[in-house]
T-cell receptor, first 118, second 111 residues
Framework: GAVVSQHPSRVICKSGTSVKIECRSLDFQATTMFWYRQFPKQSLMLMATSNEGSKATYEQGVEKDKFLINHASLTLSTLTVTSAHPEDSSFYIC??????????????FGPGTRLTVL | TQLLEQSPQFLSIQEGENLTVYCNSSSVFSSLQWYRQEPGEGPVLLVTVVTGGEVKKLKRLTFQFGDARKDSSLHITAAQPGDTGLYLCAGAETNAGKSTFGDGTTLTVKP
């Protein structure tokens, strides 16, 4: 149980294009999902908290118009990197918290998406 | 702002050795999680501790939550190459809030 998928696993795009990353909870419902960015050999950096049916909450320094988040259902959140530039290249990871029993803040992570912007 | 300090940042040991990773904060946490991440993958939840002084064992891994719920440790006995990875602690002040992650400990176990 508690499986989270992410798609695509890898994406290479040209500078100026937009890229959409999907995060799905496969066997549970997730009112709350999180989006992280990770640089090599570093910890996770929280970008935003995605809440089903409402606007995402962005961390300080994260441009909401640059990183669009949509959480339209209890099992799907999407992150769209708009007008991507090489500095946006990174490993993006989502996580989900089980709506039923997430009382201890346990998060279940997707496998990550490696974005490379040329 | 919560701050979770994890140490050591890097650790390289031989197979069979023991090690301890520490996670410290000035904040009190309602719960604390330990995750392990392999390169190119997402973190995997190892354990959650919620009670001050709690000790949990997972095979060769022993997790401890400080009495004041401000710190935690992960001890690995007889490390194996399969234990290699990035270990992350994460704490939350409230059960419904976001978690703060430590900087991570990169463990390499050499055969």
């Amino acid at each position: 149980g508690a499986v989270v998928s992410q798609h695509p696993s890898r994406v290479i795009c040209k500078s100026g294009t937009s890229v959409k990353i999907e995060c799905r909870s496969l066997d549970f419902q997730a009112t709350t999902m999180f989006w992280y960015r990770q640089f090599p050999k570093q910890s996770l950096m929280l970008m935003a908290t995605s809440n089903e049916g409402s606007k995402a909450t962005y961390e300080q320094g994260v441009e909401k118009d640059k990183f669009l988040i949509n959480h339209a259902s209890l099992t799907l959140s999407t992150l769209t990197v708009t007008s991507a530039h090489p500095e946006d290249s990174s490993f993006y990871i989502c996580s989900a918290r089980d709506s039923r029993g997430g009382k201890y803040n346990e998060q279940f992570f997707g496998p990550g998406t490696r974005l490379t912007v040329l | 702002t919560q701050l979770l300090e994890q140490s050591p940042q890097f650790l390289s040991i031989q197979e069979g050795e023991n090690l301890t990773v520490y996670c410290n904060s000035s904040s009190v946490f309602s719960s604390l999680q330990w995750y392990r991440q392999e390169p190119g993958e997402g973190p995997v939840l190892l354990v959650t501790v919620v009670t001050g002084g709690e000790v949990k064992k997972l095979k060769r891994l022993t997790f401890q939550f400080g009495d004041a719920r401000k710190d935690s440790s992960l001890h690995i006995t007889a490390a194996q190459p399969g234990d290699t990875g990035l270990y992350l602690c994460a704490g939350a002040e409230t059960n419904a809030g976001k978690s703060t992650f430590g900087d991570g400990t990169t463990l390499t176990v050499k055969p």
